[in-house]
């Protein structure tokens, strides 16, 4: 009878968890489940037992099928914005998705905010006072993200060549000179900020 109780008992905080994380959005952290006043210990069986998912430390859904990757990556990390191939990607410059979410972040961000099997993310840990720098807004595949300009973009893969594969660098560069809405004003400018004004001149300059 009592083993009935305790079954029961998990029923109804599962059912509970599970109605508070539909009304929160799909994703809710640690702390907002201490306001539900189950035992912790409970939450760790549900997750062991496959009834929620811990997404990454800290943050828990009831199934993942609810999200896509993009998603995920919109909610997860708003604070964040989309730079090097992810941005590439989202310009249309590189044909083939990336591997991993490519973000640039606040350097004193906790690097456990990354620890996470899916979606796979690449931090570029970023000074606050670069991090700004060219942080525009886009809406891409139903979410929003913050995402740096083009020309920002262009002048970071210039500065980190040798992070990049090299047909990625030379396709991302090509396109960009194919762009009839780029901005050459504003690539110079970011060039003097990334100091990168000599490659641009040499790798960009001569096609212009």
């Known amino acids: 009878m009592a083993n009935h109780r305790r079954n029961k008992s998990a029923e109804e905080a ?6 508070f994380i539909e009304a929160n959005g799909g994703i809710v952290k640690k702390e907002q489940l201490g306001e539900l006043e189950i035992d912790y210990r409970r939450i760790l069986e549900f997750v062991e037992e496959g009834k929620l998912v811990r997404i990454k430390n800290g943050y828990y859904t009831d199934r993942m099928d609810r999200f896509t990757e993009e998603e995920l990556i919109a ?7 989309l730079c090097m191939e992810s941005a590439l990607y989202a ?24 620890k ?4 796979k993310v690449i931090p570029y840990y970023t000074e606050p006072e670069a991090l700004e720098l060219g942080t525009t807004q ?3 595949w139903g979410n929003t993200y913050r995402i740096y300009e083009k020309e920002r973009v262009i002048c970071d893969c210039l500065k980190y060549e040798s992070k990049l594969d090299r ?8 396109s960009y000179i194919r762009d009839e809405s780029k901005d050459i004003s504003a690539l110079m400018e970011y060039a003097r900020a990334r100091k990168v004004v000599k490659k641009v001149q040499s790798l960009i300059g001569v096609w212009l």
């Not at 310009?91 to 906790?110: C, E, Q, R």
């Open 14 to 19: 599962l059912r509970e968890v599970q109605e």
């Open 75 to 81: 909610r997860l990390f708003p604070d964040a914005s």
């Open 91 to 114: 310009y249309g410059y590189i044909k083939s998705k990336p591997f991993g979410w490519h973000l640039a972040v606040d350097k004193n961000t906790s690097k456990s905010r990354f």
């Open 116 to 119: 996470m099997d899916y979606p």
């Open 138 to 140: 886009c809406s891409l």
């Open 167 to 174: 047909e990625v660098f030379k396709e991302a560069i090509q």
